[in-house]
Structures are given as structure tokens and as C-alpha cells.
């Protein structure tokens, strides 16, 4: 069993940056997938990226080159710093886990947690 917990979350102004933090509970989370979602009013949960227990990360094409994640096994904590932040990424963002890969579709992660809410003013 994982449990996660988000932080990190506000308001900011379009241009300006976050850093999102998950906090993992478990002696298991350097084996788990890591990966972050997000879902904005009246959308499906879509996904941000993802990152490997090894460090290795896959971006959806809306993140990259703006976002990166990254982990600390040692603190159970994986990061997503949010830069050149745009109105459109406003959503209530989640941190994900499953120990079997890394996948788009929402349906394949086990464990998530509450969510953190993201607002860009234009």
C-alpha cells in the first residue's frame, strides 16, 4: 500500500513558475513508477509525465520543455517544477503510482493522491 500526499500548489501569473512535491508513504517507493496527471474543470484527468526508479522520465507534449520531473527515493518524494506556466495548465494536479510501468491512460496507476489545485492568471 502507497499513500500520497501533494503540496506545492497556488496561484501564479503566466510566465511564472511552481514546484509540486509528493510525499510517499512505504519501504517500497524507489520500485514504484511515479508519474503526474492533471485535471482540469470539466476535462478528463490527463497525463503530465512520469519518471522511472531509475530517474528516466517521459513528458506529454504539453510539459515538455516547460516541466520536469524528478525523484528522491531517499525523502519518498517526487518533484515536478513548473516553469513558463500558461492559463491553459490550470487543473487540479495529481501524483500517481504503480509498480509496473509507466502508462498514459489513468487506469493503470493503483495509488493516487488528494490532488493539488494549480491557477495561472493571464
Known amino acids: 500500500q502507497v499513500q500520497l500526499v501533494e503540496s506545492g500548489g497556488g496561484l501564479v501569473q503566466a510566465g511564472g513558475s511552481l514546484r509540486l512535491s509528493c510525499a510517499a508513504s512505504g519501504r517500497t517507493f524507489s520500485s514504484y513508477y511515479m508519474g503526474w496527471f492533471r485535471q482540469a474543470p470539466g476535462k478528463d484527468r490527463e497525463f503530465v509525465a512520469a519518471?522511472?526508479?531509475?530517474?528516466?522520465?517521459i513528458y506529454a507534449d504539453s510539459a515538455k520543455g516547460r516541466f520536469t520531473i524528478s525523484r528522491d527515493n531517499a525523502k519518498n518524494t517526487v518533484y515536478l517544477q513548473m516553469n513558463s506556466l500558461k492559463p491553459e495548465d490550470t487543473a487540479v494536479y495529481y501524483c500517481a503510482a504503480n509498480p509496473r510501468g509507466i502508462f498514459y491512460d489513468k487506469s493503470h496507476w493503483d495509488y493516487w493522491g488528494q490532488g493539488t489545485q494549480v491557477t495561472v492568471s493571464s
Open positions: 519518471i522511472r526508479s531509475g530517474g528516466s522520465t
